[in-house]
């Protein structure tokens, strides 16, 4: 009689265990330690948090799209953010959008293309502190259809696992959409905490918008700063994000 053959051990699936997308953990271990300090422009796609007002709001609804266009705090737990919501005129959906619970308030600021543009106030989501203790920008515009948000993120390779693996406590099915990655001096300008902060309250009023929701008198009078002293600080501003736009290093890989 023959003897009996083992039976063929079928190998292990790592990928389905693994904590790191087959992916990013291929990135990480082709390339030294020194390149991980390079940035991570990457996209995850995951689902809206049903205690976020966009999560239920856009589920309810999945054929509007929504788009979160800045973020401005007006406190340590407060946020103020304009949305483009489509497919209605001005203030169909105000009514509605104020009854979810993290909604302070909401204004119809105008129509643009098939959509309404919001401001909405609204306390802070996790991810928010996430992000201040990271010291990291977030990117706009991000955008939601059907409580689906694509959410764009530029960091380190630590920071970006950080925020990944919190994305996954508000949905283990995240995905990865997107990654590339370029030199960390050459993707952002050097503007201090003030800049960033004036820079974020000039756009949530208006006052980078096509026209101009807001003339340069009215936001030194909203800031209670000088017209002077804005109009020098938004010049410099400017002068650094073209700066770093034009800076041929920018088009590296």
Not at 54 to 79: C, I, K, M, Q, Y
Request: aromatic share 6%; charged share 25%; hydrophobic share 40%.
């Amino acid at each position: 009689m023959h003897a009996k053959r083992p039976a063929l051990r079928r190998p292990r699936d790592r990928t389905s265990r693994s904590s790191t997308p087959p992916r990013l953990a291929a990135l990480r271990e082709s390339e030294p330690a020194d390149e991980r300090a390079r940035l991570f422009l990457a996209t995850l796609r995951l689902r809206v948090p049903r205690n976020l007002w966009t999560g239920p709001f856009s589920a309810a609804h999945p054929t509007v799209r929504v788009e979160v266009l800045n973020r401005t705090e007006l406190g340590a737990d407060v946020s103020v953010s304009d949305y483009w919501i489509g497919g209605h005129p001005a203030g169909v959906w105000a009514r509605e959008i104020a009854t979810y619970p993290d909604v302070v308030q909401i204004e119809s600021l105008a129509e643009v293309g098939d959509g309404c543009v919001y401001r909405i106030t609204y306390r802070n989501p996790p991810v928010i502190y996430l992000y201040r203790r990271l010291k990291l920008p977030m990117q706009f515009p991000l955008r939601i259809q059907a409580g689906v948000i694509d959410w764009e993120v530029v960091a380190r390779y630590s920071e970006f696992q950080e925020i990944l693996d919190h994305a996954r406590t508000a949905d283990p099915s995240v995905t990865i959409v997107s990654i590339r990655r370029r030199p960390l001096r050459s993707h952002l300008p050097l503007l201090t905490d003030a800049q960033h902060q004036l820079l974020s309250q000039a756009m949530a009023a208006g006052y980078f918008a096509v026209p101009r929701g807001i003339t340069l008198t009215e936001l030194a009078r909203r800031l209670d700063r000088s017209k002077s002293s804005i109009s020098e600080s938004i010049a410099l501003i400017e002068k650094k994000l073209l700066e770093s736009a034009l800076r041929p290093s920018t088009l590296l890989p």
